[in-house]
Every structure is written in C-alpha cells, then in structure tokens.
T-cell receptor, first 114, second 108 residues
C-alpha cells in the first residue's frame, strides 16, 4: 500500500487566492482526519470524517475553510480566500477499525501564503 | 483542553542515555497512543496502550500507563541520534487531538 497520499507537497500562493489541498487515504480506511501544524499553535485537528461524512468540524478556523469527502478515496481541504496566517503544514491522516485507533499520516502539504 | 499534554517541552541527552517523556490527560480513556515526528514529516505511530494495560514494550520503547494518575510515560532506552524527533501522545477521549509534544535531541 502506498500509504496516505497528499498533494501538492508544497504550495505557494498569494493572499486572496483559492487553495485546494488533496488527500487520498489508505484503501479500506473509513476515518479521515485533517490537521494543521504551526510553530505557534502546534498540531490542530481541523475536521474528521467517518464513511465520508464530517463528524467533527469544530476545529475549522473560520468560514474560509471547507472540507469535503466525495468518496472513500478522496478528500479536499479548501481555503478561499487564503490569508498569510493560513501558512502552515497541513496533514491528512486515515485509520480503519475506529476513530481512535492507529493513525497513518501523509507527508503533508507545506502552504505558504504571501 | 481535552488533549494529552506532554512534558517536558524539550529534552536534550547524549547518545546511549535513556529518554523519558510524560503525558497527562484529564478524562477517562480507553487507549492512549504515542507518535513520533521527524522534522518536516508526518507523524508515525509508535505504540498504542489500552486502559487495562499497565506497560507495553516495542524494541527500545517502553510505555507505561497509570490510569489512576491519568498519566503515561514513554521511555526510550539506549538512545541514538536517529531518535531525535518530536514525540506526541493522544487519547481516544479527545478524538485524536495532540498536545504540543516533547522535542527530543540526542547528541552523538
């Protein structure tokens, strides 16, 4: 298995632009998590899905952020419009067998908003 | 907050020494997990310990769990420079939210 796949690996954009981050979970996993990591705020849980349904989005910072999971093998995290304070590393993780079992993380997307 | 809190925030040791990191949490749990993060990479799962277990081993890693004190410790024995990383804990009581982590530096 290729593991959790995130794209792009790096994204540089200008303030006000739309940014879309992508994640492919491990096949068969029914939970998918999105995290954001910064030096100031650490590793924050943004949202997680179970069977493609959002379960907890209380960590989504504001309406500029949205996440979707149209099918079991694909999820997107969209920021529109982007702001410099959104600059961070965004991680996707997946697990099967329960939301609180071993998580498998992707390599992350390094986002820089200028 | 409901996530596990690791301490110390930073730990620097010499290669060959043991490293101990601690995790405290606030509510009852079913399991607690430890993860490692190398700089710029995603987290990697190390060990999961369930509430009915008191100790678990994996290679040079030893994890203990004290549910009465709501705390766990991660011991890395005979540390190596390659163990340099950040270490995080998470519990099932907080939907896999992580604390700030312990930054471990192992000097060769």
């Amino acid at each position: 298995d290729a593991g959790v796949i995130q794209s792009p690996r790096h994204e540089v954009t200008e303030m006000g632009q739309e940014v879309t981050l992508r994640c492919k979970p491990i096949s068969g996993h029914d939970y998918l998590f999105w995290y954001r990591q910064t030096m100031m705020r650490g590793l924050e849980l943004l949202i997680y899905f179970n069977n493609n349904v959002p379960i907890d989005d209380s960590g989504m910072p504001e309406d500029r952020f949205s996440a979707k999971m149209p099918n079991a093998s694909f999820s997107t995290l969209k920021i529109q419009p982007s702001e410099p304070r959104d600059s961070a590393v965004y991680f996707c993780a997946s697990t099967g067998g329960g939301s609180n079992e071993k998580l498998f993380f992707g390599s992350g997307t390094q986002l820089s908003v200028l | 907050s409901q996530q596990g809190e690791e301490d110390p925030q930073a730990l620097s040791i010499q290669e060959g020494e043991n490293a101990t990191m601690n995790c405290s949490y606030k509510t009852s749990i079913n399991n607690l997990q430890w993860y490692r993060q190398n700089s710029g990479r995603g987290l990697v799962h190390l060990i999961l310990i369930r509430s009915n277990e008191r100790e678990k081993h994996s290679g040079r890693l030893r994890v203990t769990l004290d549910t009465s004190k709501k705390s766990s410790s991660l011991l890395i024995t005979a540390s190596r420079a390659a163990d340099t990383a950040s270490y995080f804990c998470a519990t099932d009581a907080n939907d896999m939210r992580f604390g700030a982590g312990t930054r471990l530096t192992v000097k060769p």
